[in-house]
């Protein structure tokens, strides 16, 4: 009986034996690191990662990156920071976030706010939070709005240490009430 399963795994597709790898395999989610810009894009990829962390009882730490602003290359201090959006404005925005969206507490592990240029500090987040998902928004830009605005979430997903999913403002929505 042993020797008719081997020869007949030896025999099966390369597809048919990915399949049964696949079936073995189990998806251990703990971690799930979502950035956020508290934009509507940004909130349907929280929504993308609620229904994940329920589904693998995970942690969720949200994201927000304050980035600094070229004020002139010349001067002493080339860059600063929005004064129309600081520290303090984003922890409210988060309190906002939670509440609007109604995260469970036990599904969110933490709130982060870090200074910096935005897809370097995701990353590095990433790493130091031991991320085992980024799920991460994109607005889509395209041509000459992508070539003078770059895209970070395509430098995320370039440079992340673990997978990212990435969430399209106007896509099929794959999340059902």
Not at 105 to 120: D, K, P, Y
Request: with cysteine; charged share 25%; aromatic share 4%.
């Amino acid at each position: 009986m042993k020797t008719f399963a081997k020869l007949r795994a030896r025999t099966q597709k390369p597809s048919a034996r990915v399949q049964n790898a696949a079936r073995q395999t189990k998806w251990e989610l703990r971690n799930i690191l979502v950035p956020t810009d508290f934009s509507e894009p940004s909130k349907k990829a929280l929504n993308y990662a609620l229904c994940l962390a329920k589904q693998n009882g995970a942690k969720i730490t949200l994201l927000h990156v304050l980035e600094p602003i070229l004020v002139y290359p010349d001067a002493v201090y080339p860059v600063m920071m929005d004064a129309n959006f600081g520290p303090s404005d984003a922890k409210n925005a988060f309190g906002k976030l939670r509440k609007d969206e109604h995260i469970d507490a036990h599904l969110l592990q933490a709130t982060v706010i870090r200074q910096g240029t935005a897809h370097q500090e995701i990353v590095q987040a990433a790493r130091d939070l031991e991320t085992d998902l980024i799920i991460i928004a994109t607005n889509g830009h395209t041509g000459l709005a992508h070539v003078l605005l770059g895209s970070t979430t395509e430098r995320v997903v370039r440079h992340a240490p673990c997978p990212v999913l990435v969430v399209r403002q106007k896509e099929r929505d794959i999340l059902r009430s």
